[in-house]
Structures are given as C-alpha cells and as structure tokens.
C-alpha cells in the first residue's frame, strides 16, 4: 500500500479501537462513581474486556506492519501530528510487541483486582488485604519490563518512560535532592515562625448541596465549559476524557472541610482544561491522549495552586463563597481566608497536603517506589517504611494505613506515577515567570479575566503539548530545560511573606 492508503487503514482502525476504548472508560467512570461495592469487581472485568478488544485490534499483524511502513517514511507524512502519531505507536510497539493479548488481559484483570482490594483494604485500614494484589502488580511491572526488548538498564526508568518519556531516576534525585536541599530548613524556620493562622472556620458544617453550589461557581470563573463536561462525586478526585466534547470530572465532598472540595475541583478543573483545548488535529490523528503526566499535572496545579490560592483568587470569589457559606465565613477576612489556604502544615494526606510540604508527599513515594523496584524494600514492609519517611521529612506519623500507605489509588495500576505531580509544579513555576512577562497575570486573576490567562496557555502550553515530548515542550515555551529553581524561588519568596521569614 502507499504512505497514504496506509495512513487511512491505520486511522480507521484505530477509529475502532478507540470505540471499545472510550466504551471502557465509561464503565470505569461508573466504577468509580455509581457501583455500589459489591458490583465493582464484575465491572472491572467489563472494563478490562473492552479494554484488551482495543488491544486486539491494534496489535494484530497488519496493524503492526503498516506501523513499521509508516515509520519508514515518516518523513513522507505531511502532517506533524501523523508524524508524532507514528513515533507514539511506534514506540508502543517496542515496548508491548511481546505482551499477548492474552497476557494484556491478564494485567488488566490483575488491576481491576488490585482496586476493588484497595477499596477494601482501606475501608478496613488493613494494608496486609491489600499487600497480595501489590504483591502482583509489582510482578506485573518486572514482566513487562522482562518482555521489552528496548528496556532501559534500571527497572524504574522504564516506568518513567510510561508516563514521562526522557525523565530518568538519575534526573529526579538531582531535582528532588535540591528540594530537599532548600525546603527542609526553611520548613524548620516556618515551622518556628510565630505566625498566627486562624483556622476554626475551615471546619465548621457544610451541606453537599452548598459544596455543590460552590463547585460549579468555581467551574465557571474558570472557564470550564457545561456543554462539553461535567462533573460527579467519587472516593478519588479524578479526570476521564471520555471523547471530543465529554470530559468528566469528579470531587469528593466532606461535611466539615468545603476547602478540600474547593480545591480538588480547581485541580481537576485545570485537567479538564487541558483537555478540552485538544485541537482537531490532534484528534484525527488519536494523539490527544498522548500528552505526559507532568504536562497535565502542570496545568492542573497551576490552576489550584498559582491561581487558585493566589491574594487576587480569593479576592475575586470571597463575596460569593460568603453569599454560599454564610454560616461558615460571614465572620472570616478574605486575609483570613487566603492565609488559611496557603497555611504550611505539615500533614498525612498527600491530596490535602499544602502547597509547601506536598513535594514532600511526592520525594516519599517515588523513594518507596524506587526501593521496591530496586529490591531493596519488600511490600509487606511498605506501612513502616511509609512511616519512617513521614516522621523524617514532615514530622508526622500515619495512626493507620488509611491515612498512610493505603491512601491513594495509584499502586492499583502500577509505578511510576507520582513523580508527574512534582515535575507538574517545575514545569508550571517555569512558565508562569514566562506568562508574567507577557501579561499582568495578577490584575487578569483579580478582575476575573480568565480568558486572558486561558487564551496565553492555549497558545504556549497546550496547543503543542501532544506533538512535543516534555522536554522539548518545556524548552519551546521557556528557552530552558526543567529546572527546581523556579519552583524553589516561587515557594521561598511566597512563604516568606506570608510567614514573615
């Protein structure tokens, strides 16, 4: 066939994948915000069978061989999204050519498992019902490796690769040395700052009907769009790109804490974003998923974080939060408020950890991941390595395996994962310096002009995000490679205003 009658097979073909695809991720939405517990692990097996009939049809011989055509003259290719297309799936190819189907279905079945156990487990606070599917999930990750004829010499790169293709175990500990490096003494002079943060409102009652109000007020000053997305409740805050114009969120509210709805919902928001700025052409090339974890975790903590508890954001929505939560804030300052949001407070739970301490939630895992990989740590032994670290770093220790390592949902898929959530606070340090040059990012944030802010991360983060690997789309938007630095100056200078220092 030509160039160009197999770029048609590929395409429709991957059309047809993409059909079982999004049919699984509907069910996996459900899984995780309608089933009722007894009917998750059944719906997990439905996920994972419409999940590997994608498998099948694109590891089949044809697919594969028109791949390798396409790859051999990728040059030929007019578009540049074809041509990032084919380097993907190329590189899909090397890294899954020796898993079956057979075997592909068996991993996910290992998964769905791993997270009904999880959901389990820390309901009960018992990591040990948890350890034997990690156990799997663990071998899981060696096999895979085992079976890559282009696996990279240490085992948690190759995992790296998934998720943040160019990032190695050698980079992170340089960049995580440095945090550890400036953050852990001035955590020890906020820590002895004399401070004084009001904190009793954050925990007085509030209704799911009124966080709802809030969360869709939100929604709106930050331009996310209705007719293209919505949002629902679940154990876990997450986003599910379901198709062109479906992007689901979720939240989860608590009773005596609106802030952490408040919050997730920003973050989220800022994924939804993100995704909804995919352009047609990532879309007919089935490249708008291929964006790293650390581009997108980025954006979503540039929205939570640099905006969402910056002075101005506060000030813009502090009318309306009191017109919602009268009884909550009618005797609280915006100054109050904005000084409780940005408050260092060295905690257990990584998804309500503050802006400060949570590199440190993120060091630890990637520490603990590392080690297990490594050999030098056994997952059984993971609950007091994970309260070693804790105590170590933030001074805390986990009263149960609930708040401790049974936390988060991630182990359920594998390794690897954790590190995005830092690199997203680099990369977006990094370009937000860049934005402030180009645009009064605080007045725009104040007014509420979000659309200013939008439209500038449209241009330069987002519009070449799925045809660039990170590094490269670092280096287009800020002339540099990813750096700590910025990240380090933007906490230093912030929290030594805020606490005085």
């Known amino acids: 066939m030509t160039v160009k009658e197999n770029l048609e097979y590929l395409l429709k073909e991957l059309e047809k994948a993409a059909n079982y695809i999004q049919a699984g991720n509907i069910v996996e939405y459900d ?97 040990t019902k948890f350890a034997p599917s990690l156990n799997k999930i663990k071998d899981m990750e060696f096999k895979k490796i085992s079976l890559n004829n282009y696996a990279l010499s240490k085992p948690y790169d190759n995992l790296l690769d998934i998720y943040e293709p160019g990032m190695s175990t050698d980079k992170l500990d340089e960049l995580f040395g440095e945090c550890k490096e400036r953050l852990i003494p001035l955590l020890a002079k906020i820590k002895a700052s004399n401070k004084f943060i009001r904190t009793d409102f954050a925990s007085r009652h509030v209704s799911n009907h009124r966080q709802d109000q809030f969360s869709k007020f939100l929604l709106e000053v930050l331009g996310f769009d209705f007719d293209r997305g919505t949002y629902a409740l679940s154990e876990h805050p997450f986003t599910e790109l379901l198709g062109r114009d479906d992007v689901r969120i979720t939240t989860h509210f608590y009773d005596d804490n609106l802030f952490s709805s408040m919050y997730s919902i920003i973050h989220e928001c800022g994924h939804a974003l993100f995704d909804m700025s995919a352009s047609d052409k990532d879309w007919k090339y089935f490249i708008h998923d291929y964006k790293s974890m650390g581009q997108h975790e980025s954006v979503s903590r540039f929205y939570e974080n640099i905006i969402g508890r910056s002075e101005g954001f506060i000030s813009l929505i502090y009318e309306k939060m009191k017109e919602i939560f009268p009884d909550v804030l009618s005797d609280v300052s915006k100054l109050e408020i904005y000084d409780y949001v940005n408050q260092v407070n060295p905690s257990l739970i990584r998804t309500e950890a503050d802006e400060f301490t949570y590199t ?87 007014t509420g002009h979000m659309e200013i802010i939008n439209d500038w991360m449209h241009e330069n983060v987002w519009k070449n995000a799925a045809v660039l690997d990170a590094n490269d789309w670092i280096k287009e938007i800020t002339g540099r490679e990813v750096t700590s630095k910025d990240f380090l100056d933007y906490l230093e200078n912030k929290y030594g205003l805020i606490y005085g220092l």
């Not at 074809?82 to 592909?104: F, H, Q, V």
């Open 31 to 127: 899984m995780e915000t309608k089933t009722p517990a007894m009917g998750v692990e059944k719906q997990g097996q439905i996920q994972s069978l419409l999940s590997n009939k994608a498998y099948e049809i694109t590891h089949e011989e044809k697919f594969v061989e028109c791949i390798r055509e396409l790859n051999e003259h990728i040059d030929e290719l007019e578009d540049r999204e074809a041509k990032a297309l084919i380097t993907y799936l190329m590189k899909d190819i090397r890294r899954n050519e020796n898993i079956s189907p057979k075997m592909n279905l068996e991993f996910s079945r290992i998964e769905n498992k791993a997270f009904a156990d999880w959901i389990v487990a820390k309901k009960e606070a018992k990591f």
């Open 360 to 446: 440190f939630h993120i060091i630890i895992r990637y520490e603990i991941e590392k080690e297990i990989m490594e050999g030098k740590l056994k997952v059984e032994d993971i609950p007091n390595a994970w309260a070693n670290k804790y105590k170590s770093y933030l001074g805390v220790i986990p009263r149960n395996d609930t708040v401790g390592a049974l936390q988060d949902v991630h182990w359920t898929s594998g390794f690897g994962y954790f590190p995005t959530y830092a690199l997203g606070n680099f990369y977006n340090s990094m370009y937000y310096n860049k934005m402030n040059t180009q645009i009064d990012v605080a007045d725009a944030i104040r």
